[in-house]
C-alpha cells in the first residue's frame, strides 16, 4: 500500500481501533500459517519413506544452518531496532538497520543457495526421492517468502534513503516487520524439524 | 440538506439516479473500485458460468437418458462433469455468494466502500481471468479427473495433454482471487462496521459472511499446497503422488477435503445468511433466537473442518478414524438443525407475505432438509459403503448445493434486486420461475437417491438395458430440461423488470436493515453521513438509528487500472506455466513487479 494511502487511511475511524492494514496482515499470516503447516505436515508424513538415496543424513548439516539461522534471527532483531528507529524519527539509524534486515537476509538466501547447490551435485533433485520432493519445495517456499521480504524490506530502504519515510510512516514498517518476523518464525520450525529432528524416524 | 458547493458539483437528488451510481463509460468500469459495482460484475459474471455449467449438465442429461446412448463420446462426457462441477463450485455459487458480499455488506454495516477497494476489483478480475483461463481449455484439452481430480488418476501417467494442467493452473487463480476476497470481507466486518453496530447487532447475512470469509482464509490453504505439490509432480518430474516412489495418494485426499469439506460450508452459510434475512422480513417479526443462529453458524464453521474425512470412509482408514469423523459429522447436523427451528419459529405467529423472495426461502428450507437428512445418512460409515460413489451422493450434494444454496441466492437475488437496480421485479414471472424450479428440481434430483441404491455408479458414461435404470433416469433427463426452462422465466424476468419494473423506493419489502435506509439504487458514497446504530433492526425499532443531515458529498476512493493489470500479470504468469516458454515466465514476473508498484504508489484519494 502506498504512502498516500497509508496517511489517508491511517486517521480514519475503525471499530477497534487497529488499523485496517495491520489487521489484513495478521489475517494473513493466520492463512500462511496453515499454508506452512500444510507443507510441513506433508514433510513429515513423507519422512522417512524415501525408497532411494540420497537421505537427510547423508546431506544435512546442521553446524553449517545453524551459522545462516543465527543469522536470519539476527535479521529480526535489526528489524525490531528499525522500528524503533523510524518511530523515534532517527532518520540515520533508520536507513542503517532498514539497510541491515534485508542485507542479513540475503546472506541467509546465500547459504540457502551453497546449500542447494551441493546438494544438487550430490545428487538430489525435486525429482530423486521423496526426501528431495518435500525438502526443496519446503525449504523453497520458505526461501521466496524470504525473497519477497527483502526487496520489500530493500524498496522501503531506498524510501527512507529519499527521506520519504518518517515517523507518520512507522505503520508501513511495522507491518513489513510483522511479515519478516512471521517468515522468521517458520524458519525455526523448519530448522527444527528438517534438521534437529531428522533422527527422530528412521 | 446539502451547502450549495455541493448541490453545485453534484446534486444530492441526483447522484440517487441510476446513472449516478452506474453510469459512466466501458473504462470507468474496468477501473472501478466501487464494492457496488464490483458486485454487480461479480454477480453478471457468475449468472453466465451458471448458465454454461447448466447447459454441460444438460449435455450429461441428454447423454444418460436412455440405455447406451451415444449423445457425446465417453472422453467429451469425463470433460463434461469435471466442468460442469469445477464450474458450479467455483464460478458460479462462490462468485455469486461474493456478489452479495460486495454489493450488501458495506451498506449492511453502516460504510461507504469495503476496507481494500483496489484489491476487492483485483479479486473480481483475478475471478474473471481465472474462469476464462479454465474455460479456454475446452479449445485445446478441457480436465476430465472430476471436480475433485483424486490422485494418482491425474498423473503425467494417466492423464497426458493439457487438461488437468489448465485445471490446477485455473484453480490456483481462482483459489487467490478467493482468499483476497475473504480477507478483504473479514477485516472490513471487523473493522468498518458504523458507531453502535456490535457484533451482535450485525445481520444475519453480515454475519455469514464473516464466518464464510474465516473458512476461506483458513481452508484455501490446504488446496494450495495440494494442487502446488500436483503442479511439481507434473512440471517437474516430483515423487509426492507418485507411488512407486513411495508416494501417498491418499495424502491428495486429504489436502482435497481439509478444503473440500469447508468449502461445502464456504457454499451454504451465505445462502444460510440470505434466508436469515428474507424470513424475518416477510413474516414481518426479527429473527427468532438471534444470538443462537449466530452462534449455530460460527459453530458449524468451526466444526466444518473437523469432518473432512466422512468423504473418504471407503478409502480404509480404519474403524478408529471412520468413528471420529462419523459421530463430527452428526454432531454439525445439530446446528444446522438449530437453525431450520429458528426460521421456523421466526414464522410462527408472523404476518407472512408469500412473496417470491419468501418462496425461494421456504423453498431453500425444505429441499435442504431433504439434503441434510441423506447427508446424515452417509454420516455412518456401513450406509456410507453402500451409497459411496452412486447416484444417492448425486441426489444428495445435488438438494444441498442446488436445493440449498442456489435456492437461497436466487431468494437473495429477488429480495436484493430492488436495492440493486432500483426497479421491482414482476412477482408472476418469478411465482412461474420458483414453481418450475421446484418441480423440474424434484423430478430431476428425487429419483437418483433410487437409482444410486440400485446401484448406479456416479461418473458413469452409460449403463446397459435390463438394470432397471432407464426410467427414472428418463424422468431425470426431462426433470432438468423442465428446470432449465423455468430460469428462461428469471432472465426474461430479470432483463424486463430493469426497464419496465415498476420504482422500488428505498424499502419495498419494509425490511429492518440497514441498507434498506438508503436509496434504490445507493448513491455511489452509500451512506453521506455515517448513522450511529442502536437496535439489531435499526429500520423496526423505535429510534433503531440516527443519522445526520449532510453538508457535503463524501469523498470516494478514485477509480485504479492496477488491480486489472496485476490480475493480468498472474494471467500472463499461469499461460507462460501452461505453455512452457521460460522467457514468458520472466516477462509475467516482471509485469506483476511492475504493476504491484504501480499499485503501491498509487495514491488512493486523487
Redesign the interface.
Known sequence: ?????AA??DHEY???G?P?RK??MW??I???C??F???IT?YL??HG???QGPYPKDLLSVPFISVTTFVLLMSSLMMVLALSAVQRGQKKWTRVYLFLTPFLGMIFLGGQVIEFTHFAHSGLS??R??F???FF?LTGFHGAHVTVGVIWLL?LWVQSLRGKLGPEHSLTVEIAGLYWHFVDVVWVVLFTVIYLMQGVHT | MATSEAALRAPMSGAHSHEGTYGGGIWSWITTVDHKRIGILYGLTALTFFVIGGIEALIIRLQLHGPNAGIVSPEVYNQLFTMHGTTMIFLAVMPLGAAFFNFLVPLQIGARDVAFPRLNAFSYWLFLFGGLFLYSSWFFQAPDGGWFGYANLTSLQYSPGLGIDFWFLGLQLLGLSSLVAALNFAITILNLRAPGMKLMRMPLFTWMTLVTSFLMVLAFPAITVGLTLLMMDRFFGADFYRVAAGGDVVLWQHLFWIFGHPEVYILILPAMGIVSEVIPTFSQKPLFGYPVVVYSGVLIGFIGFGVWAHHMFAVGLGPIANSVFSATTMIIAIPTGVKIFNWLATMWGGKIKVKVPFLFAFGFIIMFIIGGLSGVMHASPPADLQQTDSYFVVAHFHYVLFGGSVFGLFAGIYYWYPKITGKLMSETLGKWHFWLMLIGFNITFFPMHFLGLQGMPRRTYTYEPGLGFHDMNLAATVGSFLLAFSFLFFFWNFFRSLKTGDEAGDNPWNAATLEWSIPSPPPHYNFDTVPTVRSRDPLWAEDGYEKPPADHEPEMPAGSAWPICLAAGLLLLAIAAISSHLWLVGVSVLWIFIAAYGWSFQPVYR
Open positions: 500500500m502506498s504512502q498516500g494511502e489517508a487511511l475503525t471499530t477497534t487497529q485496517s489487521m489484513l489475517a494473513f493466520g492463512s500462511e496453515m499454508f503447516g500444510t507443507l506433508t508424513v513423507y519413506h524415501n525408497v525435486l525429482s526421492n521423496l528431495g520432493s518435500t519445495v524498496t
